[in-house]
């Protein structure tokens, strides 16, 4: 419900003012810290004091201006018709913009980079590739990418790369496709405000979710993890309806969204199907009618299981072993549960630190009120199983000990974050008193969240542009029919590695190539590029940290003398 205290029409026309005052206030905080105006006070991974202080000051902000706007008459309304669509297209431009601007348009990881490779790979019509010059030398080595068997392939699942196709194939930046998942989630989330929530509650959760650089950041990326996040809206959208009148149709529509999650992210569809498969077989219990359409849950992700097992038996010759399996075969990280690389405590402070990342990615009191209305829905027997599907995320991510690269957030609990924020929203109404309060909070949301996107908007555009310096200087440089030789690493703010940035096409036919100087080899990494490839130029890119600049150097002609001059 949407109560106030102060029903004057001032009360109504302050509240949007005080989060403008908020917004400035926050901002004031985020800008110089990021931009690293602040001198010893800026943003640095490694200086974790200086995080957390700057994260507890704008907690303490946060709250005060809670406690500031409690008292404020809180009235909004999502948009209808024509100015739905209208929002929808602005949105739509905000996360263009942000993927041109600030990510520009750049795999950012290898994570994001895999994902490229392998929607090249299926483009090709082919499963894998074959393997490049040199496997055993390293010249071509790229993290994540394994050279085994004869197969060259990367270690998703198939479900993203190949929504990444068309785009590659029509030569449309392939993160446009994040850009349409998460106008799309914007959407859905709105819809399933709407269908739980009075308007008011709806309008603050809708764009709690929307507006955090958690998700409008990844809205501009190449992760693969809009989809799900997507996908899970969807499924709760055809589960509630089910719940209500169980049928065929919705429990098929169900299915297909988790089997589409499954092919994609095999840890998401865990975490989201454990809460309604726990209350659907509470349910069957009482009503055992349900349990025969319920059957069309699992028909509906047949398809995507048969498929996935394909997929892995043509790869790994095992249906039941995954790709990342195969290729990391005895490595513990890539086992799911607790051992050697995994113990409990280990997970506990991991867990803990991405706690802290949300709280950096979304809202610094948003955790706090997650909590406070998770406990009012449970103590109040009003928690549904849509309110455990974060705790859901938390259990099944504690048990991987893989960390996660370079992210915008912590990316692997994204899909559960609309459900975190609907939490929020749904215990407003069940204590008025408290509500008020998480009513208040919940509106404080978004202007910090707008305050901290300004914020790692400058840090991250400055950090992709240092990432990009050895692809802005090969462009200026106007070269083709070369290698490239990469340097240990490039960049002054999180350096991005060796092992990330030998990145080639599938067939290695791209106009300038990349090697990595860390190879296993006698011959000495010039002498085997120029022998392996006489036709071009070796060229090496060299990173000088303290200046932060970069320069290219040409170390080997092409041994073919009518190739020269192609080759500068």
């Known amino acids: 419900m949407t109560s106030a205290l102060d029903a004057s029409g001032a009360g109504l026309r302050a509240w949007p003012l005080k989060l403008a005052a908020l917004f400035a206030v926050s901002a004031c905080i985020t800008v110089p810290y990021f931009a690293g105006w602040a001198g010893a006070l800026r943003y640095h991974d490694q200086d974790e004091r200086v ?62 980079w895999i994902f490229v490779f392998q929607a090249d790979t299926y483009a090709r019509g082919r499963l894998y590739n074959p393997l490049p010059p040199e496997p055993d030398t390293g010249l071509f080595y790229l993290i994540h990418i394994f ?3 004869g197969k060259w392939i990367g270690q998703y699942p198939p479900g993203w790369p190949a929504v990444l196709v068309p785009f590659r194939m029509l030569h449309i930046p392939a993160w446009l496709a994040n850009v349409m998942m998460g106008t799309a989630l914007l959407a859905a989330t709105a819809r399933m405000a709407l269908r739980l929530l009075p308007p008011t509650e709806a309008a603050l959760a809708t764009c709690a ?124 990280v890539y086992r799911l549960g607790f051992n050697a690389k995994n113990t409990p405590p280990e997970a506990l402070v991991r867990l803990l630190r991405r706690q802290a990342e949300l709280m950096e990615w979304t809202a610094p009191a948003l955790l706090l009120l997650w909590g406070v209305a998770f406990v009012v829905r449970v103590v ?19 048990l991987s000990p893989v960390q996660g690269g370079e992210r915008y957030g912590p990316r692997y ?28 909070g919940l509106a404080t949301c978004l202007p910090v969240a707008l305050a901290l996107g300004i914020g790692w908007a400058i840090f991250t555009q400055r950090m992709v542009h240092e990432r990009r310096a050895m692809e802005i200087a090969i462009d200026e440089a106007r070269l083709a029919n070369v290698v490239v030789i990469v340097p240990g690493s490039i960049g002054t703010v999180r350096p991005m590695e060796w092992w990330d940035l030998a990145r080639n096409d599938p067939d290695m036919s791209n106009s300038v190539l990349f090697a990595a100087d860390y190879v296993d080899t006698e011959a000495g990494t010039e002498q085997r590029l120029a022998e392996l490839f006489p036709d071009r130029a070796i060229w090496r890119y060299r990173w000088d940290r303290p200046s932060r600049q970069g320069t290219l150097e040409l170390v080997r002609e092409p041994s073919s003398p009518k190739k020269r001059s192609e080759a500068r």
């Open 51 to 112: 995080r957390v202080a700057v994260l507890a000051l704008l907690f303490l902000v946060q709250l005060a201006g809670t406690a500031w706007l409690v008292r404020s008459r809180i009235e909004a309304a999502l948009p209808v018709g024509r100015t739905a669509w209208i929002c929808l297209a602005l949105y739509t431009a905000l996360s263009v913009l942000v993927g041109a601007a600030i990510l520009q348009g750049f795999p950012n990881s290898a994570d994001e």
């Open 147 to 149: 050279m085994r068997d």
């Open 209 to 332: 979710v929307a507006l955090t650089p958690f998700i409008v950041f990844n809205n501009g990326s190449f992760y693969s993890h809009q989809m799900p996040a997507l996908l899970g809206v969807l499924f709760a959208l055809v589960s509630l309806n089910f719940l209500r009148a169980p049928s065929w149709p919705a429990a098929l529509a169900g299915g297909v969204c988790l089997g589409l999650i499954g092919i994609t992210r095999y840890m998401d569809v865990l975490a989201l199907a454990t809460p309604f498969g726990v209350l659907l077989l509470w349910k069957a219990r009482r009503q055992p009618k349900m349990l025969l359409p319920a059957l069309g849950f699992a028909l509906g992700a047949l398809p995507f299981l048969v498929l996935l097992l394909a997929y892995d038996k043509a790869v790994t010759g095992d249906a039941l072993r995954a790709v990342s399996r195969w290729g990391y075969p005895d490595d513990p």
């Open 380 to 398: 109040t027997r009003r928690a549904t199983w849509l309110d455990w599907i974060y705790p859901s995320f938390l259990g099944w991510y504690a």
């Open 413 to 440: 609990y994204l899909p559960a974050y609309p459900f975190m924020v609907l939490t929020i929203a749904t215990a407003i109404g069940v204590a008025p008193r408290l509500g008020r309060w998480l009513r208040a």
